[in-house]
């Protein structure tokens, strides 16, 4: 399995972004996947941003930091997973990681619950 991450960029504080990331070469059903998306700061540990439950459905899970300002969302045709990133904060500075696990787990928030990652891409915002 593949990722390819891309929408990076410099956007001032209050701005938007919106990150997408390609999910290729895998076997079995895309439907089935748990998606996420993490960040890392410099000098912080990775964190989770966002989740996409696996089933088909529209179920998503949010760190309580972007709540309400993000929003992830999967396109069945195009095997992707997009982040919508709203009223950006200079808090939210980091290289963004895209994450597939092939199957659901409890443990969605904890990036050692995902087999593969995206290369990164990397988010600045100004004040």
């Known amino acids: 399995v593949q990722l390819q991450a891309s929408g990076g960029g410099l956007v001032q504080d209050g701005g938007t972004l919106r990150l997408s990331c390609l999910v290729s070469?895998?076997?079995?059903?895309?439907?089935?996947?748990?998606l996420a998306w993490f960040r890392q700061a410099p000098g912080k540990e990775r964190e989770f941003v966002a989740s996409?439950?696996?089933?088909?459905?529209?179920?998503?899970y949010y760190a309580n930091s972007v709540r309400g300002r993000f929003t992830i969302s999967r396109d069945y045709r195009k095997n992707t997973v997009d982040l919508q990133m709203n009223s950006l904060q200079p808090d939210d500075t980091a290289v963004y990681y895209c994450?597939?696990?092939?199957?659901?787990?409890?443990?969605?928030?904890?990036?050692?619950?995902?087999?593969?990652w995206g290369q990164g891409t990397q988010v600045t915002v100004s004040s």
């Open positions: 996409s439950r696996s089933g088909g459905g529209n179920v998503a």
């Open positions: 994450a597939v696990r092939l199957n659901w787990s409890t443990d969605y928030a904890s990036s050692r619950a995902y087999y593969y």
């Open positions: 070469g895998h076997s079995s059903s895309f439907r089935d996947y748990t």
